[in-house]
């Protein structure tokens, strides 16, 4: 049976995997970057997470607020134990300098997981898709991989900003 779900997957899905894989390792160095590319995975995993839900829900009326609360959850953890020794700012230059860190790497292969078991479950039992628990489950579980991400975002960001008000003399 596992060989017939590695066999049936996509091989966009082992591509996404690889670059999942590698923006993690890359990750787990430290490295200055552009404000602009603190973006890129986080949005990923957003479209990521909501192409899941709408693939495996449509419109389920429960899916959004559940995805959405779990967000909020995620979001203040990660805001509130993010350590703001791990970054530096470089107003002059519009970049940060971030620690190396493997959190990352686990949270895209978590929600690459997630995915990939979700559409697992739905092929072999279709019914699941109209199971309320599973739902929920599965929309908790992006939705704190997602918050997460956002989190650790917007305390990046947050910290940039007050760097650039410093540095521009505005606080």
């Not at 990660?78 to 971030?98: I, M, N, T």
């Amino acid at each position: 049976m596992l060989q017939q779900l590695l066999i049936n997957t996509p091989v966009w899905v082992w591509g996404l995997l690889a670059f999942l894989i590698f923006r993690g390792m890359l990750a787990s160095v430290g490295r200055e970057t552009g404000i602009r590319r603190l973006f890129i995975i986080p949005l990923v995993m957003l479209g990521l997470s909501m192409h899941g839900i709408a693939a495996s829900f449509g419109a389920d009326p429960f899916a959004v607020p559940v995805w959405l609360a779990a967000t909020a959850a995620g979001t203040a953890v990660a805001w509130a134990l993010f350590s703001l020794d791990s970054v530096s700012v470089y107003p002059e230059r519009g970049s940060v300098f971030q620690q190396g860190s493997w959190m990352p790497l686990i949270l895209m292969l978590s929600i690459f997981l997630v995915k990939y078991g979700v559409n697992v479950i739905l092929h072999i039992a279709p019914h699941a898709r109209h199971d309320s628990a599973f739902l929920i489950a599965v929309c908790l579980l992006y939705g704190l991989f997602n918050g997460i991400f956002f989190g650790r975002l917007l305390r990046i960001l947050a910290i940039y900003r007050l760097g650039v008000a410093r540095k521009y003399k505005l606080l």
